[in-house]
């Protein structure tokens, strides 16, 4: 985690964008859950939010999930709210709402800009196409790295 917060602050001496940094540092979840077969937008987006990793055990109020549908409605409305909006209108504490909004950071879903928070792009199937771009990218490393790795090891 140190070495992380170094590179993270070395970036930002750098004058590197948010967006930048979120791209290259993020945590993305994905839980594979049979699709729901209803007709019904709460349950579908339910399931949008719960395969992208978004619920955990602790969140029985499901204050994750309330957040990022504040964040849509805003979105549909080409606006971005603070924290302490959200917080107000949703009826939780400024820090569960930073709490959820730093882990839909991680995941690249949000982005954050003077005190504000909006979704990183103005509809679902943009972010799910910058998400798997991302991963994609992720994963070029990987294979990048996991071929320097067999040849210094000499691994065929």
Same mark, same amino acid.
């Given at each position: 985690?140190?070495?992380?917060?170094?590179?993270?602050?070395?970036?930002?001496?750098?004058?590197?964008?948010?967006?930048? @940094?979120?791209?290259?540092? @993020?945590?993305? $979840?994905?839980?594979?859950?049979?699709?729901?077969?209803?007709?019904?937008?709460?349950?579908?987006?339910?399931?949008?939010?719960?395969?992208?990793?978004?619920?955990?055990?602790?969140?029985?109020?499901?204050?994750?999930?309330?957040?990022?549908?504040?964040? #849509?409605?805003?979105?549909?409305?080409?606006?971005? @709210?603070?924290?302490?909006?959200?917080?107000?209108?949703?009826?939780? $504490?400024?820090? $569960?709402?930073?709490?959820?909004?730093?882990?839909?950071?991680?995941?690249?879903?949000?982005?954050?800009?003077?005190?504000?928070?909006?979704?990183?792009?103005?509809?679902?199937?943009?972010?799910?196409?910058?998400?798997?771009?991302?991963?994609?990218?992720?994963?070029?490393?990987?294979?990048?790295?996991?071929?320097?790795?067999?040849?210094? #090891?000499?691994?065929?």
């Amino acid at each position: 985690m140190v070495s992380v917060l170094y590179i993270l602050k070395r970036f930002k001496n750098n004058i590197l964008s948010n967006y930048i @940094m979120i791209t290259r540092f @993020m945590r993305v $979840t994905i839980i594979k859950e049979a699709i729901p077969h209803s007709e019904n937008i709460n349950s579908d987006l339910q399931w949008f939010c719960s395969t992208l990793g978004m619920f955990n055990l602790r969140d029985k109020e499901k204050s994750c999930y309330r957040l990022f549908v504040e964040l #849509l409605k805003a979105a549909k409305k080409d606006i971005a @709210m603070s924290s302490d909006d959200l917080a107000q209108k949703l009826n939780l $504490t400024r820090a $569960t709402v930073i709490h959820h909004l730093n882990s839909l950071i991680a995941s690249g879903l949000v982005i954050a800009k003077d005190g504000r928070y909006y979704l990183r792009v103005d509809n679902l199937k943009e972010l799910v196409e910058l998400v798997e771009s991302d991963v994609t990218h992720v994963f070029g490393d990987l294979k990048n790295m996991a071929a320097k790795l067999d040849d210094e #090891l000499e691994l065929d």
